[in-house]
Nanobody
Framework: VQLQASGGGLVQPGGSLRLSCAAS????????VGWFRQAPGKEREFVAG????????YYADSVKGRFTISRDNAKNTVYLQMNSLKPEDTAVYYC?????????????????WGQGTQVTVSS
């Protein structure tokens, strides 16, 4: 499985971005997908996860109510809609495919990772 994350960029505080994660090779079908992020000098942290069907989603407390994860299995693509962005959301964002159909919040639960896309929130 190859994962390609895109959609990052520079945005002002309060702005929005939508990240995409497209799978090639094997698909996402049947597997949960998660988004993680890593800021400079910090460990990678869980942001959001979605189960195999898209019927259940989970979020870190820091992004709950601002971020929305969704998926389109027909397009082999998972999205992360990020609204009301804050400077502390600045990080490299990674998508990853879980080993199972339900997402975990730990990086060890994921066996395929994208290359990351930079999100910078700054005025």
């Amino acid at each position: 499985v190859q994962l390609q994350a895109s959609g990052g960029g520079l945005v002002q505080p309060g702005g929005s971005l939508r990240l995409s994660c497209a799978a090639s090779g094997r698909t996402f079908s049947g597997y949960a997908v998660g988004w993680f992020r890593q800021a400079p000098g910090k460990e990678r942290e869980f942001v959001a996860g979605i189960n195999w069907s898209g019927g259940s989603a989970y979020y870190a407390d820091s992004v709950k109510g601002r971020f929305t994860i969704s998926r389109d299995n027909a397009k082999n693509t998972v999205y992360l809609q990020m609204n009301s962005l804050k400077p502390e959301d600045t990080a490299v964002y990674y998508c990853a495919r879980d080993r199972t159909s339900w997402p975990t919040s730990t990086a060890l639960g994921y066996n395929y990772w994208g290359q990351g896309t930079q999100v910078t929130v700054s005025s």
